[in-house]
């Protein structure tokens, strides 16, 4: 069995540091005495699920942009695309492998593509693409890769409340573009807008029951 110097104490299974103070432990390991715990979700399904809406969404960049004005100093909403279908991959994976981390981190991501897009804009120019299509897309796409998340793992009413929250402040960004005027096309911040929306909607009619403790957390 490992034991910690530190803490004096012994711990069974095959932990590599200590689970009190993290520090190497010495000695052999142990059978873990805790049984493994399956996944209760397919992972392949979660696969599945994402390249389809991956495969959607390029396939509606591609027609939004016979639609969508390009000008030169532009990106465009093709373009702009690519980086909402690498951020649906990415919060699908970070729920997956960190369930409790997954809204913090895509709030991050949002944060760190749309600051780079916007130092990016500011750079050559402040053509505003960013606010046009970098922000709303990726904040779509996550919305898209929340609600895949959510419907396909098995989460609690509490994450439930969490990714509900999520989904409303991704769509609040670009309500305040559209009030604002800061985008000059304004159809990607309305189509962020209608995906959170029905986002919000769908989510809370898949999960009653955290439709009423949202109910009753607002009522408190």
Same mark, same amino acid.
């Given at each position: 069995? !490992?034991?910690? @110097?530190?803490? !004096?104490?012994?711990?069974? $299974?095959?932990? @590599?540091?200590? &689970?009190?103070?993290?520090?190497?432990? @010495?000695?052999?390991?142990?059978?873990? &005495?805790?049984?493994?715990?399956?996944?209760?979700?397919?992972?392949?399904?979660?696969?599945?699920?994402?390249?389809? =809406?991956?495969?959607? #969404?390029?396939?509606?960049s591609f027609a939004s942009q016979?639609?969508? %004005?390009?000008? &030169?100093?532009?990106? $465009?909403?093709?373009?702009? #695309?690519?980086?909402?279908?690498?951020?649906?991959? /990415?919060?699908?994976?970070?729920? #997956?492998? +960190?369930?409790?981390?997954?809204? +913090?981190?895509?709030?991050?991501?949002?944060?760190?593509?749309?600051?780079?897009?916007?130092? /990016?804009?500011?750079?050559? $120019?402040?053509?505003?693409?960013?606010?046009?299509?970098?922000?709303?897309?990726?904040?779509?796409?996550?919305?898209?890769?929340v609600l895949i998340a959510v419907?396909?793992?098995?989460?609690?009413?509490?994450? %439930?409340?969490?990714?509900?929250?999520?989904?409303?402040?991704?769509?609040?960004?670009?309500?305040?573009?559209?009030?604002?005027?800061?985008?000059?096309?304004?159809?990607?911040?309305?189509? =962020?807008?209608?995906?959170?929306?029905?986002?919000?909607?769908?989510?809370?009619?898949?999960?009653?029951?955290?439709?009423?403790?949202?109910? +009753?957390?607002?009522?408190?």
């Amino acid at each position: 069995m !490992r034991r910690c @110097q530190a803490c !004096r104490v012994d711990v069974e $299974g095959d932990w @590599q540091t200590c &689970p009190l103070c993290h520090l190497p432990l @010495q000695g052999e390991a142990t059978p873990d &005495p805790l049984p493994r715990v399956p996944l209760v979700f397919s992972r392949a399904r979660v696969l599945r699920v994402l390249f389809g =809406c991956s495969l959607a #969404v390029i396939l509606g960049s591609f027609a939004s942009q016979l639609l969508l %004005h390009r000008g &030169p100093a532009g990106i $465009g909403a093709l373009r702009s #695309v690519w980086l909402g279908v690498v951020a649906m991959w /990415w919060v699908v994976l970070m729920a #997956v492998r +960190k369930r409790r981390n997954a809204a +913090k981190g895509t709030v991050y991501l949002v944060l760190v593509i749309g600051g780079v897009s916007a130092y /990016w804009d500011y750079l050559t $120019g402040w053509h505003r693409w960013s606010l046009s299509y970098v922000v709303p897309i990726v904040s779509a796409c996550s919305i898209v890769a929340v609600l895949i998340a959510v419907r396909v793992m098995r989460m609690e009413v509490g994450d %439930h409340i969490v990714y509900s929250g999520l989904i409303a402040v991704l769509g609040l960004v670009p309500i305040l573009f559209l009030v604002f005027g800061w985008a000059p096309n304004p159809i990607a911040s309305w189509v =962020c807008v209608a995906v959170s929306g029905a986002g919000l909607v769908r989510l809370l009619g898949w999960f009653p029951d955290a439709r009423r403790e949202l109910a +009753k957390r607002l009522r408190a």
